[in-house]
């Protein structure tokens, strides 16, 4: 073999073993370059047989048409040179299968004529002919397109003679030949016979390329309209996140949004049509992926329309490569608008399809399409929903005042909106005149120090200083003159010398505001300087020396509001939260204050309040900040206020509604453009995965991987990502998604070098094992044990010792005793009291359930009193109930009696005392004795 043919075969090999896509197709183009340019033709016969099968997979209909040609071109000219058929080391290149491909997409192809489809399928019936191989290829793809074109007679009767056919090596594998079978029968309206072939698939768990995500897609509709609801949400939230991954599966896609514009999802189907839209052009030539996509779009957006959101922007609908399909248009369509753009698509692909097939069948459809809008089922996806509930005093109206705009200047700089504080500004100017013109610059002067411009914060400084002059305040005037910019950001430790002189000089010559002032950004620096109590003194003197002020003007309100905010944040810092709830309540008495300061300041008065365990306080105050912040608007800012709520909704036990917030948050952060917000999606994730919505959690979690993957995100943090993913599978009873999620997640921890990681992932990988009786988790523990040994971390290795032992336990393995000897020794060496008294307690039930009773209740009442020394009664009295049951068992009734009351005595949960408490009585009544 010559060295060229050499490097083309390598490259070949590489390509059959990379994923379809875009570094697979550079492969196969670059050993096809190689073979041109060598005169290798075979090589290139090979690598071009794989290029269609390439191309097909990822939506390239022209290259795989192209390809398919030259192959076909290549065999008739000689076919012992280049066979129909190529083998690899796992996969096969098969010109008559690839007919089956080519009769499809002439079918969906308005670039073909009739007559051309005839010509296709006529060479089809004549080469399966000639090459003495069974009819089942050809018969199925005259069955399927005589559905796709409407000819559903000649599809009857093709769907008989499949049926009768025996099968052979081109049919369709069961998976596809049930799907296909189940559109023909939604297509002619036999929705109970759709469904009994869905069922079968389900059933028997059929699989194939595109399936059963392509079935699930498809029986959606039937399935509600016989009544089966959470079947169907099911097969949604399944079928959409197997199918969302590739662009070319746009058409099953779209069935999904019809499904939500039918179930009152509307919100979600939106989302869902904002992240697809631009796949409907993903492969310029399939017209049936842009008339199954239109009718599904219209069908949604009019469902939102009705829902009261036509208005609604959808976002990525100007985007240039939707322009053959929608026409060109300045910014996004809205909802309604686009319903009826979609709507035009419809009816356009369908009268081209119906002029080229010689019937009106896709008008029929686009009918049917239409009529949807009388279908309603009620089947709500998310269990909880959140709409901000805003006060009618804090509702966005238009500033009428010069000091009501300075306000929204500050709304629009903590949203990072320069020009809507510069915008701002210059209302207030003209509003108020020479008397605000010093307030006025002041903001300017912030948000240009903000956003870095200091020659033209330096400019507006001047223009305040002069303000400042005109309104006799020369005493502030000339401290910004000697303090510059300082003042208003820039300062850092080597200014506070002049801060030092200025704040003595303005004790004795200045007014009290000005001192605030110089002694407020003092504290910001020495906060900044971790000199917390140094800080704090003056924050407080800031603060004392402005509340007294009676009618403070619109700079002493600010400065005031600035002090007793630092003040309070300082005095969090110093863990002196009864005092920071106090001080904060100072500030948010004041019905005066702009909407901005009493956001902020209710976020610091919950998390004052939970880190003193007062939840509900907590959360009101929290929930009253994000209604605020949604009426201010600032994507990022919604985002954060609603995380903070959301966590204490989950402390409180209500993850529904945890969920229910930051997904709320995050659609205003998409609908803003917003991007990324992984972190975000991932609490939402594991909302989802507490609150029993698996299925949700498992699409939003996988999405964040896939985002995560992307972006280049750190090994790390695709483990973390990949550990939520697997235990929300494990909720969804998916064992294979959560198998999948810990073995891609411990492949990322290791390469992280992080061992807690390896843990936790291991952990949970090794428990599902083991409900498998699979020995493959001793394997995957031991794996992490003996890098944590060779690391030196001996809390990893001793926390996977013990899983050791408790997976060797489970598994019927004797040598767990041993495994949990050694834990209590090393865990009692290295201080961990509460670990050394669960792998007691692991071994009392090891012993117990190998009838060595006096070892067992020994080991149990030493786990009891370890487990008290550690602080968890609950499970010492878990521990000594077990020996209670023992001694129980062996009919030792005094005995197992006393520790029966020593364990309700132990006990602080509630539901514990009752059950244990319960469990002595029956035993009592059992013995026929009285207390």
Not at 278 to 296: E, H, I, W, Y
Not at 349 to 368: P, S, T
Not at 504 to 511: I, L
Not at 564 to 590: C, N, P
């Amino acid at each position: 073999m010559s060295d060229a043919a050499k490097t083309i075969t390598d490259l070949l090999d590489e390509a059959d073993q990379t994923p379809y896509g875009a570094p697979e197709r550079a492969l196969l183009d670059q050993a096809i370059a190689l073979a041109e340019e060598a005169g290798h033709e075979e090589l290139a016969y090979a690598a071009r047989m794989r290029l269609v099968t390439s191309a097909k997979m990822t939506g390239d209909t022209d290259g795989m048409l192209a390809a398919f040609a030259w192959c076909l071109g290549k065999f008739d000219s000689d076919p012992v040179r280049f066979p129909s058929e190529l083998t690899g080391a796992a996969d096969s290149w098969d010109l008559l299968w690839y007919f089956k491909w080519m009769a499809s997409t002439v079918t969906g192809s308005l670039q073909f004529s009739s007559t051309q489809l005839e010509a296709v399928l006529a060479d089809m019936d004549r080469r399966y002919t000639e090459a003495g191989v069974g009819r089942s290829g050809v018969v199925q793809s005259l069955f399927s397109s005589s559905v796709e074109t409407g000819r559903l007679a000649d599809a009857e009767r093709f769907r008989l003679e499949l049926e009768a056919l025996p099968r052979d090596e081109y049919s369709h594998c069961e998976a596809c030949a049930r799907s296909e079978f189940a559109d023909y029968q939604q297509t002619i309206g036999d929705d109970a016979a759709a469904v009994a072939l869905f069922d079968e698939i389900q059933e028997q768990q059929l699989s194939c390329g595109e399936e059963p995500e392509g079935n699930e897609a498809d029986s959606l509709l039937p399935l509600l309209r016989l009544g089966r609801g959470e079947d169907a949400a099911a097969a949604h939230m399944r079928g959409y996140r197997a199918a969302r991954g590739n662009p070319d599966n746009i058409a099953m896609i779209a069935r999904h949004w019809v499904f939500c514009a039918v179930t009152g999802n509307e919100a979600r189907g939106l989302a869902l049509l904002e992240r697809h839209i631009r796949d409907l052009m993903v492969d310029p030539m399939n017209d049936r992926q842009k008339f199954a996509g239109s009718c599904a779009a219209a069908v949604l957006l009019d469902a939102v329309t009705r829902a009261g959101q036509g208005s609604t922007p959808v976002r990525h609908s100007d985007d240039p490569v939707l322009a053959p399909l929608l026409g060109d248009h300045a910014g996004p369509w809205t909802a309604a608008d686009l319903a009826a753009t979609f709507w035009a698509a419809a009816d356009r692909l369908a009268a081209a399809f119906d002029a080229r097939n010689g019937n009106d069948f896709h008008g029929r459809q686009v009918a049917r399409s239409r009529a949807l809008a009388d279908e309603r089922y009620d089947v709500p996806l998310e269990s909880s929903t959140y709409t901000p509930v805003v006060a009618a005093e804090v509702t966005t109206t238009e500033p009428t005042t010069a000091e009501d705009w300075l306000r929204r200047a500050g709304e629009r700089a903590a949203t990072g909106d320069h020009d809507g504080v510069m915008d701002a500004v210059e209302r207030a100017l003209a509003a108020g005149g020479q008397e605000v013109a010093a307030d006025a610059y002041r903001v300017a002067v912030q948000s240009l120090v903000a956003t870095d411009q200091h020659e033209q914060a330096a400019k507006a400084l001047a223009d305040r200083g002069k303000a400042l002059r005109e309104l006799g305040r020369d005493d502030y005037a000339d401290v910004e003159d000697q303090v510059g910019l300082a003042l208003y950001g820039t300062a850092t430790a080597a200014d506070l010398p002049a801060f030092d002189a200025a704040i003595e000089d303005a004790r004795a010559r200045a007014g009290r505001d000005v001192l605030a002032d110089l002694l407020a950004t003092r504290a910001d620096v020495l906060g900044t300087e971790e000199r917390v109590d140094e800080a704090l003194r003056d924050a407080q003197e800031a603060a004392a020396l402005l509340v007294p002020v009676a009618e403070p003007t619109i700079a002493e309100r600010q400065l005031r509001n600035h002090a007793v905010l630092h003040r309070t944040f300082l005095l969090m810092m110093a863990q002196r939260f009864e005092e920071a709830t106090g001080s904060i309540d100072d500030l948010l008495r004041d019905a005066g204050i702009g909407r901005q300061t009493r956001q902020v300041g209710l976020r610091m008065k919950a998390q004052a309040l939970a880190t003193r365990g007062r939840l509900d306080e907590a959360l009101q105050a929290a929930e009253e900040a994000l209604s605020l912040q949604v009426a201010i608007g600032g994507a990022r800012l919604v985002l954060n206020a609603a995380g903070l709520s959301a966590q204490l909704l989950s402390d409180l036990g209500r993850d529904a509604e945890a969920a229910a917030r930051m997904r709320f948050a995050l659609r205003q952060a998409e609908s803003a453009g917003v991007t990324g917000a992984f972190a975000e999606k991932f609490r939402l994730g594991q909302y989802l995965t507490w609150s029993d919505q698996a299925d949700e959690a498992i699409e939003v979690i996988d999405e964040v991987y896939r985002g995560e993957s992307e972006s280049g995100a750190p090994p790390a943090a695709l483990g973390e990502t990949m550990l939520g993913l697997g235990v929300a599978a494990l909720r969804g009873n998916q064992p294979g998604v959560a198998y999948g999620a810990f073995q891609r997640g411990l492949g990322h921890a290791v390469e992280a070098e992080h061992l807690p990681l390896q843990v936790g992932l291991a952990t949970q990988l090794a428990r599902m094992l083991v409900q498998f009786r699979d020995d493959e988790a001793i394997e995957v523990i031991d794996a992490v044990l003996e890098r944590a040994r060779a690391a030196g971390d001996g809390q990893s290795a001793l926390r996977m010792l013990n899983e050791r032992g408790l997976a060797k336990a489970n598994l019927g393995d004797e040598s767990a005793i041993a495994d949990f000897d050694a834990v209590i020794a090393e865990a009692n060496a290295a201080g961990e009291a509460w670990l050394a008294a669960d792998a007691t307690d692991s071994k009392a039930r090891e012993l117990a359930g190998a009838e060595r009773h006096d070892e067992a209740v020994r080991c149990a009442l030493a786990a009891a009193d370890g487990y008290a020394a550690s602080g968890d009664a609950n499970a010492g009295a878990n521990s000594e109930f077990l020996a209670a049951q023992i001694l129980r068992d062996q009919g030792r009734a005094d005995e197992a009696l006393a520790c029966y009351t020593s364990a309700i005595e132990r006990a602080e949960a509630p539901a514990l005392v009752e059950r244990l408490t319960e469990q002595r009585a029956e035993y009592l009544a059992e013995l026929g004795r009285s207390e």
